[in-house]
């Protein structure tokens, strides 16, 4: 059973910090881009970052670029999210992503597979 499994989430102050992380298990992921996307409340999903097996390319939205930095461990099926100078605005349910780069930075975001998602609260 394929599964994507992201943790540390949770309630950070603007300003502050978050490294959430991405567990991948159920399969091996090499080839695959592994990627970040996020869903505010009454708002649709949107591209986040994302990066190729090899981390030779990452995207970024532009909304983050300079803040956030997406990395992976494939030694660990694992992809992470640093995420700087959090404002409110990037409060959402952040979901973990595994897939073709192409489906990941275009609509309708067709990527294989999704976490459940955690919660990110950025306050004022």
């Known amino acids: 059973q394929v599964q994507l499994v992201e943790s540390g989430g949770g309630l950070v102050q603007a300003g502050g910090s978050l490294r959430l992380s991405c567990a991948a298990s159920?399969?091996?992921?090499?080839?695959?881009?592994m990627g970040w996307f996020r869903q505010a409340s009454g708002n649709e999903r949107e591209f986040v970052a994302a990066?190729?097996?090899?981390?030779?390319?990452?995207y970024y939205a532009d909304s983050v670029k300079g803040r956030f930095t997406n990395s992976r461990d494939n030694a660990k099926n694992t992809v992470y999210l640093q995420m700087n100078s959090l404002k409110p605005e990037d409060t959402a349910v952040y979901y973990c992503a595994a897939g073709s780069m192409a489906a990941m930075l275009m609509k309708p975001y067709g990527v294989e597979y999704w976490g459940k998602g955690t919660l990110v609260t950025v306050s004022s």
């Open positions: 990066i190729t097996w090899s981390g030779g390319s990452i």
């Open positions: 159920g399969r091996t992921f090499r080839g695959y881009a």
